[in-house]
């Protein structure tokens, strides 16, 4: 019997268990014609900005930076080509990446559906900035932000068609402290088609009931909101996509965090109509079969018809 080293083994397994956890691993292949193409795959959900530079290249003109939105599980990058095609291609490169289409097509038209259930009337706040508030930065222009208070442990739906891309389910919160404000908190950020997000915070801890990765469709119930104080539950969501300069090395914060993004002030289908909300508005929810389907592909359609459970 062939005995291997231990330390060969613990390598192999270190190797294998650093290789998991990599979100994104590029990989290449050299062809018979001395070309070189280059791979991908990607083991988390959603869109990633990837960025590739090659420190050294010889024998090939082409340029040293790459850029790509990853949006499947794997594919193709790119091929390099050998100048003299009698010699290879020698090289080394660094990657970034970082979750987000830095130039996404917004979808103006589209109507998000108030995240409670159908025929709850609730009173819809505006958020304060954080940033602003607490630690002395400006207020984005575009800054929007809301909140709903609730006397109950209210079921959140998702607003709108998407992929969860995000779960926290650490925090247990104190409720015996009356807080104004938390960074504490559980939450679920889903990723739509156009390349923008919603984010939904305050969900008690084990009751998220979506997975990373998981389809969402307009009002799919994510998880039960916690109690925030002695008196209140309360759910904080906003939407934004992100911008040109994501992959920006500047360490982010809770100050200047905000300047990589551009908050969308939704329009919403309120009292069985499009508006946008007002800030102490009480709304009443409103949901049909319009807005569940108004992001369905015609393959969806159809199998929406023959079997609507597969997406509620």
């Known amino acids: 019997m062939k005995i291997i080293p231990l330390f060969v083994i613990l390598f ?17 292949e050299r062809k018979s014609d001395k ?19 090659f420190d050294n290249l010889e024998n090939c003109n082409c ?3 790459y ?19 009698k010699k290879g291609i020698s090289f080394s490169y660094k990657i970034k990446y970082v979750m987000g289409n830095p130039d996404p097509k917004i979808n103006e038209n589209i109507v998000y559906v108030l ?6 009337s609730i009173k819809i706040l505006e958020a304060s900035n954080v940033g602003e508030k607490y630690f002395g930065s400006e207020k984005p222009i575009d800054w929007k932000s809301f909140i709903v208070y609730s006397n109950q442990p209210d079921t959140i739906y998702s607003m709108r068609k998407g992929i969860v891309v995000k779960i926290s389910d650490t925090y247990k919160n104190d ?8 960074s504490k908190r559980n939450l679920i950020l889903i990723e739509h088609e156009d390349g923008s997000y919603a984010t939904y915070k305050g969900f008690d801890k084990n009751e998220i009931f979506v997975k990373l990765g998981q389809e969402v469709y307009p009002h799919t119930t994510l ?16 939407t934004f996509h992100y911008l040109k300069n994501l992959l920006d090395n500047t360490k982010s914060t809770i100050s200047n965090r905000d300047y990589k993004i551009k908050y969308i002030n939704p329009t919403f ?44």
Do not use: M, W
């Not at 979100?23 to 290449?28: A, C, D, F, G, S």
């Not at 795959?41 to 590739?52: D, E």
């Not at 995240?115 to 709850?120: A, E, I, L, M």
């Not at 409720?175 to 938390?182: A, G, R, S, V």
């Open 269 to 312: 289908y309120i009292d069985n109509s499009n508006r946008k909300v007002q800030t102490k508005e009480i709304c009443n929810v409103s949901f049909n079969e319009e807005l569940k389907l108004q992001e369905f592909s015609k393959r969806d359609k159809k199998k929406y018809k023959k079997n609507p459970n597969e997406f509620e």
């Open 223 to 238: 998880g039960k909101l916690e109690k925030f104080n002695k008196t209140n539950y309360r759910l904080d969501f906003n």
């Open 115 to 120: 995240p409670f259930k159908t025929g709850k």
């Open 175 to 182: 409720d015996e402290i009356n807080k104004t404000y938390t």
């Open 35 to 53: 070309s070189i193409e280059f791979y991908y795959k990607k083991n988390v959900p959603g869109s990633y900005y990837l960025t590739l530079e």
């Open 63 to 65: 340029s040293k930076t």
């Open 67 to 85: 850029e790509k939105v990853i949006k499947y599980v794997s594919g193709s990058l790119f091929t390099l080509h050998p100048a003299n095609t």
């Open 12 to 28: 192999t397994l270190s190797q294998s268990i650093y290789a998991q956890n990599k979100k994104i691993e590029i990989t290449y």
